[in-house]
């Protein structure tokens, strides 16, 4: 355990890079997911049509691929993400949010809103269609009908598969790792090549940090669900 | 409950009717299920529309806000024609309440959140003044006390009694109610039913899909029977429930008499 | 002139779906010429042809030159140590020619089939040679006491020390110049934890070609990893990148062999002391990673095997 105790600071930062990650990707997915679900069950073909193409593309390629066609195929095309530099100082050394972390975020929210949007989908078609009736008789738009009577009651149908999609994230996180973040699993790889002798203490110490972030989440939605059930 | 006047004639009508159909037919695939209706219903009038399952009945209450699409024809409201899609369409069903048979109230929201949604989201309506006015129908409609409650936690007739009053929030020209007592307990049936009598005294207009004879009887201004899609015969309800010139009718009356 | 085309498309990236397989397309357009001094020639080694009674009764060696299959691990991805087109085919590098020379030196014909070339990324080096996977690792394989503790490192035969490769119009002239600066080298690399030593920002990537690529891109303003690697990269992006500064960290490379083998550190020291006095060492050496500038290095010292 030696090791790990003396490159804690290295492992809270690791895993702050895995936190931010996530975080970023979680909320910039959902938003994303949400607007994708909007046009897959919304009135205009052509948006319909957009939408499922993109859920198409995207579920079906796998994550490192996106990631790197943000990492190393975009900045071909002079996409380039070279004006995010953010700077977080912290005891154990500064946080950088850079091109490459946002390359890599990008990839990760754009992989995950396709999941957040069937999740999403998946909610939707349980809401009984007569609610959807109920709203548009009362004089609500498309967009009203779909943000104050479907959507909320979707959402609540769509946090259990929506919490395992966001779960799928954190441990997608570490993909990053081979493009370019130092995050958990990187940090991981690295105190094993450093001291292959502690293999199993370092594994264990990392497996059991995902375990409770993992934990986080679950109890999270399971909080959520509770909260938005009604009687 | 008392006895309308027995006219048919539109009572306290201007001359335009405020419903208008012509020539509106609809087909699921091969089935043909509106075939050239025509109907004119007048401001203030309360027509009955009844007829053996799969008549039709539902599918012309559902046309006139445009919940079902037609493939041809005309429907007006209040000599609009009825547009296509969009905010234009919302706009003309915000004038148009709908009670439906399964009540369909919004299942997230509290009972009084269920009455004032429209007025607030769709009418721009302050909130304090669409909960004053959300109480005020919930009173009328008897289920006050339970305003804080969920759709869930009340028996079917005090949600269909609700469902009536979100559409009365919405101050509409004209009422569809389409089998609104159907999927009711016996017992919960009359205080329904009590509600739309007290709706059709008060002068507002109201088209009324139901298999309630009793109601067409007390209630209605006029009776539209329907069957195969078609409008087979119309008439008051005096002459209608006891000299049925057509032979379908006379067919259907006479099953459901019998009981 | 052995400049590979890595101007890859979009789409070819999502196609290849690595790096790897976009970096080694067009390995054999240079009419056989090494990484190393041009016009060197390259190591050519065949295998003894009589290993009755050569080897002690029981030993690792007699077993493999008996069995007459042998595993190896090694890189696939360092230019001029261990780099290998296709699954399929023989790698080439300074690496594998040393391993070549244990591998014939055991009658087994080291261009055959009966060696299983297997990659063996950083961190699956003491696993392979713990499980048998691989029977000797040859994969810029850094000797440490921690590894030590776990398998067997015989040698070092080659002193490489980490450098510093920048684009060619960088002002960059060591490692000291990218204090605070992105500087990219394989995850779970030595490599990567000396970067961050020396106060630079640690990039990691999959491989070392992620990083070369990153670097011509201008995704990061450096890479840093053993001067040999580096001067592999160089030749592959010529015109775009150059390696700078002195070498900052010392790297010992030497083989590794199984915990339970341990006879087999004489027997490798002994075929790699053969090569140094038969002059194999310096031409592996020199078509390899030899530059025109100097002559070949001393080889170095090899260490006392452990009782």
């Known amino acids: 355990m030696d090791v790990v105790w003396e490159h804690r600071e290295a492992i809270a930062l690791a895993f702050a890079y895995t936190v931010l990650l996530f975080l970023i990707a979680g909320v910039g997915s959902t938003i994303l997911g949400t607007l994708l679900a909007g046009m897959r069950v919304g009135p205009i073909p052509v948006l319909r049509w957009a939408g499922a193409g993109y859920v198409t593309l995207v579920r079906n390629t796998p994550l490192v691929i996106v990631i790197i066609f943000f990492r190393y195929a975009a900045p071909k095309i002079d996409l380039k993400f070279n004006f995010i530099d953010v700077v977080i100082p912290t005891g154990a050394g500064d946080i950088r949010l850079n091109n490459i972390f946002a390359a890599c975020t990008v990839g990760l929210t754009m992989y995950t809103a396709a999941f957040v949007c069937e999740a999403l989908r998946s909610g939707i078609n349980?809401?009984?269609?007569?609610?959807?009736?109920?709203?548009?008789?009362?004089?609500?738009?498309?967009?009203?009908?779909?943000?104050?009577?479907?959507?909320?009651?979707?959402?609540?149908?769509?946090?259990?598969?929506?919490?395992?999609v966001q779960i799928a994230l954190i441990k997608n996180t570490t993909v990053a790792g081979a493009l370019g973040v130092a995050e958990a699993f990187v940090r991981m790889r690295g105190l094993i090549n450093i001291d292959a002798t502690a293999r199993i203490p370092i594994f264990i110490a990392f497996a059991a940090i995902f375990v409770v972030l993992v934990e986080i989440i679950s109890f999270a939605a399971h909080r959520l669900e509770r909260r938005v059930r009604v009687a | 409950m008392t006895v309308q006047e027995e006219s048919a004639a539109a009572p306290g009508g201007t001359g335009q009717p405020l419903v208008r159909l012509t020539g509106v037919q609809k087909h699921y695939g091969n089935l043909h299920v509106l075939k050239d209706i025509e109907l004119d219903v007048a401001r203030g009038e309360v027509v009955v529309v009844i007829g053996p399952s799969g008549a039709g009945k539902s599918t012309l209450c559902r046309a006139i806000n445009r919940l079902e699409t037609i493939d041809e024809g005309d429907i007006f409201l209040d000599g609009q024609p009825l547009p296509q899609e969009g905010k234009a369409l919302a706009r003309l069903r915000a004038d148009v309440g709908m009670v439906f048979q399964s009540f369909n109230l919004f299942a997230h929201k509290t009972v009084l959140e269920n009455v004032t949604l429209g007025p607030i989201k769709v009418r721009k309506k302050s909130k304090a003044e669409a909960d004053k006015r959300g109480k005020e129908l919930l009173d009328r409609v008897g289920v006050g006390h339970q305003a804080g409650k969920y759709p869930a936690q009340l028996s079917g007739g005090q949600q269909q009694r609700v469902a009536i009053a979100r559409a009365l929030a919405m101050d509409p020209k004209v009422m569809l109610f389409d089998e609104p007592t159907?999927?009711?307990?016996?017992?919960?049936?009359?205080?329904?039913?009590?509600?739309?009598?007290?709706?059709a005294e008060r002068g507002m207009t109201m088209i009324v899909v139901t298999h309630e004879m009793g109601f067409a009887r007390t209630a209605a201004n006029r009776v539209v029977f329907m069957a195969d899609g078609a409008i087979v015969e119309t008439a008051d309800p005096e002459t209608f429930f006891t000299n049925p010139e057509s032979d379908r009718a006379k067919d259907f009356l006479g099953k459901i008499l019998k009981h | 002139m052995r400049r590979m085309k890595l101007g890859m498309t979009a789409v070819a990236v999502l196609l290849a779906g690595s790096l790897v397989a976009c970096g080694e397309a067009g390995e054999d357009d240079d009419g056989g010429g090494g990484t190393g001094v041009e016009g060197a020639e390259p190591l050519t080694v065949e295998a003894e042809s009589d290993c009755d009674g050569k080897f002690e009764e029981g030993s690792r060696m007699a077993e493999l030159a008996e069995a007459g299959e042998i595993a190896i691990g090694n890189r696939v991805d360092q230019p001029g140590l261990g780099q290998q087109d296709t699954p399929d085919s023989v790698p080439e590098g300074f690496d594998i020619d040393m391993a070549k020379l244990l591998i014939a030196d055991l009658c087994i014909d080291p261009e055959s089939d009966a060696v299983n070339w297997t990659e063996a990324v950083s961190e699956q080096r003491e696993q392979f040679l713990e499980d048998g996977t691989v029977d000797l690792v040859a994969a810029s394989y850094s000797i440490t006491d921690e590894r030590r503790e776990l398998v067997g490192q015989a040698g070092p035969y080659l002193l490489t020390g980490q450098q510093v490769l920048v684009p060619i119009d960088s002002e960059v002239e060591s490692i000291a110049d990218l204090e605070g600066e992105e500087v990219c080298a394989a995850e779970g690399s030595t490599s990567l934890e000396n970067i961050e030593l020396e106060g630079a920002v640690g990039v990691p990537a999959a491989t070392y070609g992620q990083c070369a690529e990153d670097v011509v891109n201008g995704t990061v303003p450096a890479m840093s990893t053993d001067g040999s690697i580096l001067r592999g990269l160089a030749?592959?992006?010529?015109?775009?990148v150059k390696v700078v500064g002195p070498e900052f960290s010392e790297e010992r490379i030497g083989i590794g062999y199984s915990p339970d083998a341990p006879e087999m550190c004489e027997w490798i020291n002994g075929v790699i002391t053969e090569a140094y006095d038969s002059g194999d060492w310096e031409q592996a050496f020199q078509y390899h990673l030899g530059t025109e500038d100097e002559d070949a290095p001393e080889p170095p010292a090899l260490d006392e095997c452990q009782a």
Do not use: C, T, W
């Open chain 2, 182 to 199: 159907s999927a009711l307990d016996p017992e919960m049936i009359k205080e329904v039913l009590d509600v739309m009598v007290d709706l």
């Open chain 3, 235 to 240: 030749q592959q992006y010529e015109g775009e």
């Open chain 1, 126 to 164: 349980a809401v009984p269609l007569g609610q959807a009736e109920a709203a548009r008789a009362v004089g609500m738009p498309f967009g009203g009908v779909m943000r104050h009577v479907v959507l909320p009651q979707a959402f609540r149908a769509s946090i259990p598969p929506l919490a395992n």
